[in-house]
């Protein structure tokens, strides 16, 4: 069974610039979750998505969005990129999503903002 | 709010030791735990989980965890460590009560094998 795939791998970008980066779940799995990697923060959580809607959102300013479509798969968007945003973005799968349910992550999208 | 504590951001163990990582939790009802693995240039790997039942939870490659709720703690075991246990290792919750699939992750703690 292929295992969550996010895409792109690597990313640069400059500051004002927008990015999409892409999860697909694995398959089956109906709630994808987002987290953000930094060395000075940690592992932070982004949003979660159910059946495409948003049904649980972390404490990020509205430049980050995402959605989630209805075979699954996922994308975050994050617009007039900044400095601190750059980050090891994490996308995680999870069967229904309840809470007792792990999730299982993807590799991640290194993103580079100059 | 639940929180996550991670006592040691490093530990350094040689080959063969014990390895203990310590992780305490904040939250004002029992939640579920996970520890992850990661390593460099990649995901997080599930390494166990506790819900319900018992207590010493046994995990992949020899890993095994006890959830104590008197002291609050689920800290991460592994009897003799090997030059792959190098990674970096996150306790995390979820909250039981809370709808969706949200976890809140400790700061992590880097795991050094000397040989």
């Known amino acids: 069974k292929a295992g969550v795939t996010q895409t792109p791998r690597y990313l640069i970008k400059t500051r004002g610039q927008q990015v999409t980066l892409s999860c697909s779940p694995i398959?089956?799995?109906?709630?994808v979750s987002w987290y953000q990697q930094t060395p000075g923060q940690g592992l932070q959580f982004l949003f979660e998505?159910?059946?495409?809607?948003?049904?649980n959102k972390g404490n990020f300013p509205g430049r980050f969005s995402g959605r989630q479509f209805s075979n699954s798969r996922s994308e975050m968007n994050v617009s007039t990129l900044e400095l601190g945003d750059s980050a090891l973005y994490l996308c995680?799968?999870?069967?229904?999503?309840?809470?007792?349910?792990?999730?299982?992550f993807g590799d991640g999208t290194r993103l580079s903002i100059l | 709010a639940q929180s996550v504590t991670q006592l040691g951001s490093h530990v350094s163990v040689s080959e063969g030791a014990l390895v203990l990582l310590r992780c305490n939790y904040s939250?004002?009802?029992?939640?579920?735990l996970f520890w992850y693995v990661q390593y460099p240039n990649q995901g997080l790997q599930l390494l166990l989980k506790?819900?319900?039942?018992?207590?010493l939870v046994k995990g992949i490659n020899g890993f095994e965890a006890e959830f104590k709720k008197s002291e609050t703690s689920f800290h991460l075991t592994k009897p003799s460590a090997h030059m792959s246990d190098a990674a970096e290792y996150f306790c995390?919750?979820?909250?039981?009560?809370?709808?969706?699939?949200?976890?809140?992750f400790g700061g992590g703690t880097r795991v050094l094998v000397k040989p």
């Open positions: 995680a799968s999870s069967l229904s999503g309840d809470s007792n349910q792990p999730q299982h």
């Open positions: 506790y819900t319900t039942g018992a207590t």
């Open positions: 398959s089956g799995h109906r709630s």
């Open positions: 995390a919750v979820s909250d039981e009560e809370a709808a969706g699939n949200k976890l809140t």
């Open positions: 939250s004002s009802v029992p939640p579920y």
């Open positions: 998505y159910f059946s495409e809607t948003q049904r």
